[in-house]
C-alpha cells in the first residue's frame, strides 16, 4: 500500500481544469482512489484551494471543490507540531517545508508535486504527477 501527500498545485490542475496538466494529475487521483493506495492533503491546502479557486470562478465552485476534495482525500493535519517542525526544515520555501512535515508526521509515503525540486531537501520521497503514475500505476 502507498500512501501519498498531493500538493496544492496538482489539486488546483483538476479542480481548475489547467489543460497542459489536467491529464497528468487526474490520473494521480484516479490511481490514489484505487483500494491499495490512500491519497492525502494537508490541512491548510484546503483553505488555500478554497481561497484561490473563489478567486478564479466563485465561492459556490470553491466549496464544491472543498467537499470533493473532503471526499477524495484523507487530511494531513498542521497544526503546531508540524509548523514548528517545518520552520526548522532546511527545506527553502515554508510552505512547502509545512507540506513535507505534515506528511511525515502522518506517516505518508511519498509527496507529488509538480515542483519536485522544490522538495529535494525532504526526507520522503517525492514525484512529480507523470512519475507517480508510471512508478505506481501497474
Known amino acids: 500500500m502507498t500512501s501519498a501527500l498531493v500538493d496544492t498545485n496538482v489539486w488546483l ?5 489547467r489543460p497542459e496538466h ?14 491499495e493506495h490512500s491519497a492525502y492533503v494537508a490541512g ?16 459556490r465552485k470553491a466549496m464544491t471543490a472543498v467537499r470533493a476534495l473532503l471526499d477524495d482525500a484523507v487530511v ?9 517542525e517545518a520552520a526548522q526544515s ?3 520555501d515554508f510552505e512547502d517545508a509545512v507540506v513535507a512535515a505534515a506528511a511525515r508526521r502522518a506517516g505518508i509515503d511519498a509527496i507529488i508535486t509538480r515542483n519536485a525540486a522544490d522538495f529535494r531537501k525532504s526526507r520522503l520521497a517525492v514525484y512529480t504527477p507523470v512519475e507517480f503514475v508510471t512508478s505506481f500505476g501497474r
Do not use: C, Q, W
Not at 490542475?13 to 481544469?17: E, N, T
Not at 489536467?22 to 483500494?35: G, K
Not at 491548510?44 to 465561492?59: G, N, P
Open 13 to 17: 490542475d483538476i479542480i481548475l481544469s
Open 22 to 35: 489536467f491529464d497528468a494529475s487526474a490520473n494521480v487521483v484516479n490511481l490514489l482512489a484505487r483500494p
Open 44 to 59: 491548510h491546502t484546503v483553505t488555500t484551494i478554497y481561497y484561490l479557486v473563489a478567486k478564479a470562478r466563485d465561492e
Open 76 to 84: 494531513a493535519a498542521v497544526g503546531g507540531m508540524e509548523l514548528r
Open 90 to 92: 532546511d527545506i527553502d
